[in-house]
């Protein structure tokens, strides 16, 4: 029960940090931050994959609600879900197999090869939903590089800033 509280508690907070404060920041006039992505990151290796299929879907479509887009935010949201075991085998090997991952722990390279894959194919499904035309390929792909670091980065800064202290 304390995990299902935690990760409503998670939905909530990243969807109202990013409607909020998020979807503000718009650097050099196209890159925005999407740290709301850490939901579908940060789920228990674990747990339910319909719950999680379920709700990444939600956090999509209510962004897309909030931000006008069209259901771009859902469906990125949703193959980001359905491709993190996959990045999970891929990047943490036998860890992945055996549950003992945890993303949140320290900043190792399985971990940052994990959050980097899965924020570049969240924001390569996003953007070329968004710009849906093939003339607009090197758009698409300088968009999805730049706003991926800036993403990353703010990624890593509130994991390390939720990350509970060892004492």
Not at 32 to 55: D, E, W
Not at 88 to 105: H, M, R, W
Not at 106 to 123: C, D, G, M, Q, Y
Not at 137 to 152: E, K, P, W, Y
């Amino acid at each position: 029960m304390n995990n299902n509280l935690l990760n409503i508690f998670r939905f909530i907070i990243l969807l109202t940090i990013q409607i909020l404060i998020f979807n503000n920041i718009n650097l050099f006039g196209y890159i925005n931050p999407y740290p709301y992505l850490l939901f579908i990151l940060l789920y228990p290796v674990n747990g339910n994959k319909s719950v999680l299929l379920l709700s990444s879907f939600a956090i999509g479509l209510l962004l897309d609600v909030f931000l006008n887009s069209g259901g771009v935010h859902a469906a990125a949201s949703l193959i980001l879900a359905f491709v993190r075991p996959s990045l999970f085998k891929f990047s943490f090997g036998l860890s992945y197999e055996y549950q003992t991952v945890k993303i949140a722990d320290k900043l190792s390279p399985e971990r940052v090869t994990f959050l980097f894959l899965a924020v570049i194919i969240h924001h390569l499904v996003l953007f070329s939903l968004e710009y849906y035309r093939l003339s607009l390929v090197v758009d698409v792909i300088l968009r999805t590089l730049s706003t991926s670091l800036f993403t990353l980065l703010f990624c890593i800064l509130i994991i390390f800033l939720i990350k509970p202290s060892k004492r």
